[in-house]
């Protein structure tokens, strides 16, 4: 009896193991697409026809769609965050709360804290060669301008092709710059203040009037002219600054030629696989399309349906499906685990004049920027591996951009950091349709640092509840976006509080159209406690960081300023004329 025991026991235990691993492989590679300012509603397989797709819609085709699939943030800085280390932003301290919700210089001292864990070093940690090309966005150096605390390769990747900063219009000549004007002004109204501050006291030292040690004389003249630098630099040079790529450690291009940066990062992806081919390998494509200024090449140029953005959209399609090919062609393609997905939603207000610029969110109320709404957050997910993910499938159930890091890192074999909270979840049971719910109970949706909206998934009625606490006010009213002033603010006077909260069911107002009440919802208390509560528990497991977007992290440094040359002198080009056009 006893034995038999043990023989079943052991051979469930084999069959387990085994049919667990024949169907998974060894260790997949995986292929990363991420695309920048990407909205729902610009893609063929999310109900899109007239913008052509079709790379991005094989990939749905032959893998998992999801249709509620959530960045963690609205915007660049903090969703790539989140999404690298499977944690809330406001837990690395990548949550902002003034008006700089992400990094605004390659030379701010800002940026993804050392001591977070990517998912980029658990897979490392795992044999896995890490490859990351484009756009970083989480920023470059702590104290001094090689010091490299935030990059890429401190942070997981052993190869790093592409801009540490983010697409600006400032590289593109011709374009008018998103300079902030007010900051500008702030500069150089500080910059006077000081002076006038040195004058005066310089004054008051030589006639013996004012009692002060030349040092700190010295350090006013030093912050006068680190704003007067700033001030200046903010015409002109910024380009310079700003737009710059790199390999590795290196920077190859200052400021970089946005006519060929598409081609080489097609070249540098698809050399990575070949290089990598007898893997494991994780490759992170993060896009820098579709964000403005919307450079396009010749063959994609005036080709779509919608504008300079449709062109753009096209043409990173286009580069998807290349890089696909790439994989097909080494014969990866069963053995790859890959990814498409969107940092967050489309920039509504990006426009030019009457030219829609920026992204489509589908049927979903607002945009980047926003926290809570459904548009800024709600993004493209989907996934392909197969043999293992079935084929067509689409998923309803709430996801989270987080929850990549515990899928990879399910996947790799690795384990799951113990000191600290990870907010997203595996979702291997639920892509292979082992699993019919989402672990996901509660969300929550931040703007900077601010809590706008939390959504319930209620499992046994499939409800989904969000309660909004914070609400952007739109411009015009009713907009549903904020035009004319780049994006909506998170807090002060730009937004709306609600007490009580405005509710909605999603499954069955995914628009957010019609809030319900008391009135009109004979749950609506219970659903409002139930959020509340759930909210005060999550407060609870958040522990002060430092923040790496406060107003002193986000300033340009000059001492910071990653450079080509010496500083002030920064420019180079080490790409030559290598590379033809596409
Ligand atoms: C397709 O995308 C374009 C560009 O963002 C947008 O203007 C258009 O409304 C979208 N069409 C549909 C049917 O969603
Ligand atoms: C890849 O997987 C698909 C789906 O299981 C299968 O039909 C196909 O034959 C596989 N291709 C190779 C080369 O193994
Ligand atoms: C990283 O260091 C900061 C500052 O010392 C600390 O507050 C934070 O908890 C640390 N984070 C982790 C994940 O250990």
């Not at 919802?521 to 790496?548: C, M, N, S, W």
């Amino acid at each position: 009896m006893e034995r038999y025991l043990l023989t079943a026991l052991t051979s469930c235990l084999f069959w387990n193991v085994f049919g667990f691993s024949a169907a998974m492989g060894s260790k997949p590679n995986i292929l990363l697409f991420l695309a920048d300012d990407l909205g729902i509603g610009d893609i063929g397989c999310y109900g899109n026809n007239t913008l052509r797709t079709p790379n991005i819609d094989r990939l749905a085709r032959e893998g998992v769609k999801l249709t509620q699939h959530i960045a963690a943030a609205p915007l660049c800085t903090p969703s790539r965050a989140a999404f690298l280390t499977g944690r809330y932003p406001i837990r690395s301290g990548m949550a902002s709360n003034n008006r700089y919700r992400a990094l605004q210089w390659n030379a701010g001292s800002g940026g993804l804290p050392p001591n977070e864990t990517t998912f980029a070093r658990l897979l490392q940690q795992q044999g896995y060669t890490t490859g990351l090309i484009g756009k970083w966005h989480q920023g470059v150096n702590c104290e001094s301008f090689n010091d490299h605390c935030h990059h890429p390769l401190n942070h997981g990747f052993d190869y790093f092709y592409g801009m540490p900063f983010t697409l600006q219009n400032t590289c593109q000549e011709n374009k008018p710059p998103e300079l902030d004007v007010a900051l500008q002004a702030n500069l150089w109204l500080y910059s006077q203040i000081i002076s006038l501050a040195v004058l005066t006291l310089t004054a008051g030292k030589l006639t013996g009037l004012i009692t002060i040690r030349w040092k700190i004389i010295a350090s006013f003249t030093l912050a006068g002219g680190l704003f007067f630098i700033s001030w200046y630099s903010s015409y002109g040079f910024v380009q310079y600054w700003n737009c710059i790529l790199m390999r590795n450690h290196e920077i190859t291009e200052q400021p970089m030629r946005l006519e060929r940066t598409a081609s080489l990062m097609l070249k540098e992806a698809v050399s990575f696989i070949k290089r990598n081919k007898h893997g494991p390998f994780l490759l992170f494509v993060s896009f820098l399309h579709v964000h403005t200024p919307l450079f396009t090449i010749k063959k994609f140029l005036g080709k779509s349906r919608h504008g300079l953005y449709g062109d753009n959209v096209e043409e990173m399609d286009w580069m998807v499906g290349k890089i696909l090919d790439s994989l097909d062609k080494e014969g990866l393609k069963n053995h790859t685990f890959t990814y498409f997905a969107s940092d967050h939603g489309g920039h509504l207000e990006a426009q030019d004049g009457s030219v829609q610029l920026g992204g489509w969110n589908g049927i979903y109320k607002g945009g980047k920027g926003m926290g809570g709404w459904e548009g800024g957050i709600r993004v493209p997910g989907v996934f392909r591996w197969p043999g293992v993910l079935p084929a067509g499938m689409v998923i309803d159930e709430p996801t989270s951009l987080m929850d990549i890091y515990p899928t990879l890192v399910h996947l790799a074999g690795g384990m799951l950091p113990q000191d600290r909270v990870i907010d997203g979840r595996n979702l291997v049971p639920l892509l292979q349709g082992r699993a019919q719910k989402s672990e996901h109970e509660f969300l929550f949706h931040y703007c900077g640092s601010y809590l706008h909206a939390v959504r319930w998934h209620e499992k046994d009625s499939g409800a989904i509840w969000k309660a909004h606490y914070v609400t952007p006010i739109f411009h015009p009213p009713g907009a549903g976006a904020c035009y004319g002033k780049g994006i909506c603010p998170c807090f002060g006077e730009g937004v709306t509080h609600h007490d009580p909260p405005l509710l909605f069911d999603l499954s069955r107002d995914p628009s957010e159209a019609k809030p319900l009440s008391a009135d009109t919802e004979p749950l609506y208390d219970t659903v409002i406690k139930k959020i509340g509560r759930a909210t005060e528990e999550h407060r609870r497991t958040l522990t002060p960081v430092p923040e790496q977007l406060s107003l002193y992290n986000i300033l340009w440094k000059p001492w910071l300023q990653p450079c080509c040359g010496t500083f002030p002198f920064c420019w180079c080009d080490k790409e030559g004329d290598s590379t033809q056009s596409l």
